[in-house]
């Protein structure tokens, strides 16, 4: 409004003559060489560019390639979008094409794999619908078998849905009821309260006459009984001591059993003695007897070289015989009586 | 009578000072008179803002039917044309195609980097392909374009309608919306849609090297990702958009300079009231974008 009061009337602009706006339009003109050849360029550019650019994004939606369907179904298609992927070890190779509600009240997922990979896809895959806390939902197939039959054109897979957020209420009402239960243990009436309490009452009576003696017997008469009974023990054992000091003087005094012992020993190693003095003599005349068997021995020796001699003799015999029957070879008898 | 006259602002204050001395309540006759003049204003104003926007879309759809019709295209037109949509286009375009690489570089690697931090780094790259392409380029090329472009010519035509030329034009036959403004308005639309369309192309390049590096494997990933973007719902609202943008651009400055010098009262205030309603297109576009793409 401030033009309204204002005192100053508007200043008009300047007039521009329309002979010098054409004239400056015309070496505007002349200025750029072959104005019209560069516009028609800027004008293929763009519509290259634009076009390139549709292309591409037919392109990268998937217009192009020749795809397969596959249908999903399952109880809940939260979380899936139309345009996303269907993958297999980590890379895409489908994408979501339609989500509709079956008849059966199920979601059907229809998904568009391509042609090139529809191969990874056997009758025996599996299909997961995940959902993670963070991040996107995700649709995975897994081929466990991959020399199965190929997944034909159209089939209709069911999806095993597996989601982390729905594992959540599960978790918090097992973290309630533990809560619960550690809130029974530690109340006033739970099995830890009342642990402390006799705790407490263990350590009241460990501070108390008779310590942990009536901790143990139950009762302070108890405790009495044995400290008597350990009182008692001491005198005995003061009476084992003098006990053990006489048997002492009776075993290693000057007419102890221990002095007799060790004369003893000696009249036994004297016969010993004489037993080892007995045992040479014996020893020598074995040597004796050794002497005259060596004799026999050598006897024995010289009747071997007897007996070969004779041998010796009978085979001249026997050789000289053989002979005489050589040179008398009429003779019936051939016998040879010897002398 | 009297009362309407006093409405219309063609009683005097000596007239109105007369005719309150007539009148029993000088006070009560005050406030009725203060309501009437603001309700008058408030009034005139609503009138006056449904006029220029009947006016600027009766530009526009004289302005479309003009382009598709192909009496345009004479010969002396073409050659108009041809000096418009060259001098619109090639002196800025290279300026702001390296511009935008830098911006890109910049923006992927905090994003990049961030995404990386967060251990999200799967979806850096979708993030800067929408902030990027669908969303600041755009904007980005429209307002280069209006302040490079358009606003100038807006400000020559302006100035032509100052000088008479224009009514020169209509004396001798020519139509100056033809002559003078379809040329104007077409080469800033083409110089909008060439911009943006090559700064979109080199912000996908540069944003895929900073992604990827200079390797080739990643196109199919990032292809598939590009898709997933550019869903066809997403791509209608950009190519909507990107056309209105530099349709915004391109007509609003021409149409303050034809009509806004009608009211030689409010003669100053037409330039700046002509950016302020571009502007508010611009942003009236980009929130409706912004529900059309993300509600």
Known sequence: MSSLHDPLPPQ???PVEPEASLQSAAASTAQVASLEFKARLLLVFMLLLLCGSALYVLYARGAFEATQKLVLMADDSEGVVIGMDLTFSGFPIGRVRRIELAEDGKARILVDVAAKDAHWLRTSSVFTLVRGIVGSTNIRAYSGILTDPALPDGAVRSVLQGDASAEIPRVISAAKELIENLNALTGSSGSVGTSLANLQILTTRLNGPGGALTVLLGSEQEAKKIILTLDRANALLTKLDGLAAKADTQMFGEKGVMPETRATIVQLNTLLGEAHTSLKKVDAVLL???????????????????????DANLRKIESLVNEINRKWPFARDTEIKLP | MFWSRVISGEAGEASILQAMGRLPSYHALMTKLTLYSRLTRTGHGAVQWLIEWWR????????????????????????????HIYLNTAPILLGFTVLCALVTVVITRIVLVTALSYGLSQYALQVVIRVLVLELIPLTAALFVALRCTIPDGAELTAMQASGELDDMRRRGIDPVRREVLPRVVAGMFSGITLAALSSLVALVVAYVVGYGFTVSGMAAYTRLFGQVFSPAVTLIFVLKTLLFCLAVSLIPMASALYGMRGASVRTSAEMRGLVRMFAVILLIEVASLVGNYY
């Open chain 2, 56 to 83: 600027l879309v009766h530009l526009g759809a004289v302005l479309l039917v003009l382009t598709l019709s192909p009496s345009s295209y004479s010969a002396e037109s073409r050659g108009v044309l041809a000096r």
């Open chain 1, 12 to 14: 008009p602009a300047p």
């Open chain 1, 288 to 310: 004796d007897a050794q002497a005259v068997s060596g004799n026999v021995k050598d006897a024995t020796a010289d009747l071997g070289a007897l007996r070969g001699e004779v």
